[in-house]
């Protein structure tokens, strides 16, 4: 069975550390990985957007990174803010025109 | 990127009544995904939904529960049939565009009383 694991479940942090969200999947033959984010009651954003023939896509303050053999992606967050305090959702798609996979997200607080 | 919108946003409904679910896309999309997301729970998909044909349902998921229509390339519906407190959830719509990037709408929460 395709399975997302995301580590930890909940995460505490005060503002201006750089932190490591962790994903993983069973299967490692994925087509592409997404993170988002989600604000309490709301729908998702997506924040990046990894092929699987990358290692790592960059967009501000966020890197997340690929590594398919091991079947793991990382987000890495760096300078965090209180703004940051949300759930962070890692999804897989395993093949174009599928839908996503997804785990059971990083709850994140940044307090100041 | 895509510009989702659903309608309601949020409704509070009786047990065995329906809601219809509204999503509307900004562009054109080949494929559009129904997502329920229950209380501190993640999200799972409920079906995919492809213009002119049978939306196909996942495991768990039955279409005379959750009825699904896909009139044209911009917009679909999810009906919540037969409504009990456990399908109390926020439903997500959700189109891929190019590159298979996925992105979602602002969600509908349903409230079962």
């Known amino acids: 069975k395709q399975e997302v694991t995301q580590i930890p479940a909940a995460l505490s942090v005060p503002e201006g550390e750089n932190l490591v969200l962790n994903c993983s999947f069973t299967d490692s033959a994925i087509y592409n990985l997404q993170w988002f984010r989600q604000d309490p009651g709301k729908g998702l954003t997506s924040l990046l957007l990894?092929?699987?023939?990358?290692r790592e896509q960059t967009s501000g303050r966020l890197n997340a990174s690929l590594d398919k053999s091991s079947g793991r992606s990382t987000l890495y967050i760096a300078a965090s803010q209180p703004g940051d305090s949300a759930t962070y959702l890692c999804?897989?798609?395993?093949?174009?025109?599928?839908?996503?996979?997804f785990g059971k997200g990083t709850t994140l607080s940044v307090s100041s | 990127s895509a510009v989702i919108s659903q309608k309601p946003s949020r409704d509070i409904c009786q047990r065995g009544t329906s809601l219809t679910i509204q999503c509307q896309v900004d562009s054109q999309v080949t494929m559009m995904f129904w997502y329920r997301q229950q209380p501190g729970q993640s999200l799972t998909l409920i079906a995919t939904?492809?213009?002119?044909?049978?939306?196909?349902?996942e495991s768990g998921f039955v279409i005379d529960k959750f009825p699904i229509s896909r009139p044209n390339l911009t917009f679909s519906t999810l009906t919540v049939s037969n409504m009990s407190p456990e399908d109390s959830s926020i439903y997500l719509c959700?189109?891929?565009?190019?590159?298979?990037?996925?992105?979602f709408g602002p969600g509908t929460r349903l409230t079962v009383t």
């Open positions: 999804a897989v798609k395993y093949q174009a025109g599928t839908a996503l996979i």
């Open positions: 939904a492809n213009q002119g044909s049978e939306a196909t349902y």
């Open positions: 990894i092929q699987s023939s990358q």
């Open positions: 959700s189109v891929q565009r190019q590159g298979s990037e996925q992105y």
